[in-house]
């Protein structure tokens, strides 16, 4: 059967799918989506949400344990991982069925099934052959699999594998120091669990500023999370691993968590590709016409917001012709847990060879973060010619912190620019007032031979 004419065919509900097929309701297109398996990808489903409500739960735990510092009495503070589990799947359900209400709602025809791209402008599935004028593929990514460490659901397991399982085990180790892997150990290390984390690079967290690496080391030191860098796994046998530097462990189980790669759709041949990814053009068109790639599938960024941001550039390209404006560089990364850890713009390391000003404020010399007990972290800030190019901080809040400095990059703001902002106080924004003023050594909270 041959369906009549969209505008747009979507192939993926995720972040990237779902966010597009509401703008382009918006636009006034006639829109379809074809997810083959729940509304929400990854993110939703096995990734973003249900890792942050884990997370929650265990810093909540790790906070009530020091209560009596607070002047609050608690007595047999304990967890029970299965009403965790248990919440995780409720909320994750609940917002499912919200975000599909959420997408019908501007009109959007849902389709729940696998979809192909049968030639350009027809989407086919079971047979039936749904004409589009345009098609934007938001298949997403699944874990990145390691030669020599094959998931098996139970002792080896993706980042998909240990969403499922209501109890881990004691002793866990950790192949990658990523975002999956950093949150991971936190998790578990708050739960009183022993964590090893093994890292390829030389440095933990390798996609970010050198201090902030450095910083995390200190952190997961203070933790009594373990780790190795510089390091792989050599072998595994009877559950004994021995790694390249000549350690050998004996895990309960083995989180992988080195990276994700794209989904890419069943005749992928048709379309040219950039290593594993689909290759786009700076509108994120694809060689086929009228066809785009966003989200995981196109290797820019894989993130959740960075998706929601192509998406909606995608849409108005379509509909009204405005070319997509895109700066991988822009656009923030996170780290969740306690400090959080964020960054946007260019880091340090970047800068060989260029002449720039940086500002390295900590956060023990907030009167908010001692207050709360809260004082190991750092807000980094680097300028260039005058104007703010990178931010990279470890610190509470560090998620919503790091939108400012977003904001400052997106714009081109200079120095002074960003410093005729008022700051409230006390809060943590402080920090980032502070290290704007750091970069002219005017600091108003350190000591004079710290800001010369």
């Not at 973003?48 to 790790?62: A, G």
């Not at 729940?112 to 402008?121: D, L, V, W, Y």
């Not at 996609?207 to 690496?213: H, I, K, L, M, P």
């Not at 750092?378 to 998620?399: L, N």
Request: with cysteine.
């Amino acid at each position: 059967m041959i369906y009549d004419l969209y505008d747009l065919g979507i192939i993926g509900g995720g972040p990237a799918g779902y966010s597009a097929a509401i703008r382009a309701a918006q636009k006034g297109l006639k829109v379809i989506l074809f997810e083959k398996e729940a509304m929400g990808g990854a993110c939703l489903n096995k990734g973003c949400i249900p890792t942050k409500t884990i997370l929650h739960c265990t810093d909540l735990y790790k906070s009530l344990k020091k209560a009596d510092k607070f002047g609050i009495n608690i007595s047999d503070c304990s967890y029970d991982y299965t009403k965790i589990f248990n919440r995780k799947n409720e909320i994750v359900e609940k917002l499912q069925k919200s975000l599909t209400k959420l997408v019908l709602s501007h009109g959007v025809e849902i389709v729940f099934a696998e979809a192909t791209i049968k030639e350009p402008h027809k989407i086919e599935v079971d047979k039936n052959i749904y004409q589009c004028k345009n098609i934007l593929l938001c298949t997403g990514a699944r874990p990145m699999k390691i030669n020599g460490l094959e998931p098996d659901g139970k002792f080896i397991l993706t980042s998909d594998d240990i969403l499922q399982m209501q109890e881990p085990g004691q002793n866990i180790l950790i192949i990658g120091s990523g975002a999956i892997g950093t949150e991971w150990a936190r998790i578990f290390s708050a739960l009183d669990k022993t964590v090893t984390v093994i890292e390829l690079a030389d440095r933990l967290l390798p996609a970010a500023d050198t201090d902030v690496s450095q910083r995390l080391e200190r952190l997961f030191k203070k933790s009594r999370i373990k780790f190795f860098t510089g390091c792989k796994v050599e072998s595994v046998e009877n559950k004994t691993v021995t790694l390249s530097n000549g350690q050998t462990l004996s895990p309960d189980v083995i989180l992988c968590a080195a990276g994700r790669e794209p989904v890419l759709p069943k005749n992928a041949e048709i379309f040219e590709t950039n290593g594993k990814f689909i290759k786009v053009d700076k509108n994120f068109r694809t060689n086929l016409p009228d066809v785009f790639a966003i989200g995981d599938i196109n290797g820019t960024v894989q993130l959740a917001h960075s998706a929601v941001h192509q998406a909606i550039g995608v849409v108005d390209f379509i509909a009204d012709k405005t070319p997509v404006h895109f700066e991988k560089d822009k656009v923030p990364s996170v780290i969740y847990g306690n400090p959080e850890i964020a960054w946007v713009g260019k880091r340090e390391q970047d800068l060989t060879g260029t002449e720039y000003t940086v500002s390295n404020f900590p956060v023990s010399a907030l009167g908010k973060a001692f207050a709360d007990d809260e004082i190991d972290g750092f807000v980094k800030v680097i300028s260039v010619d005058g104007r703010i190019a990178g931010a990279h901080i470890v610190c509470p809040e560090a998620s919503s912190l790091i939108h400012q400095f977003a904001l400052m990059i997106n714009n081109k703001m200079t120095v002074d620019e960003a410093l005729a902002t008022v700051f409230a106080h006390p809060t943590y924004s402080e920090a980032v007032f502070e290290s704007l003023l750091g970069l002219k050594n005017l600091s108003l909270s350190l000591p004079a031979s710290n800001t010369k």
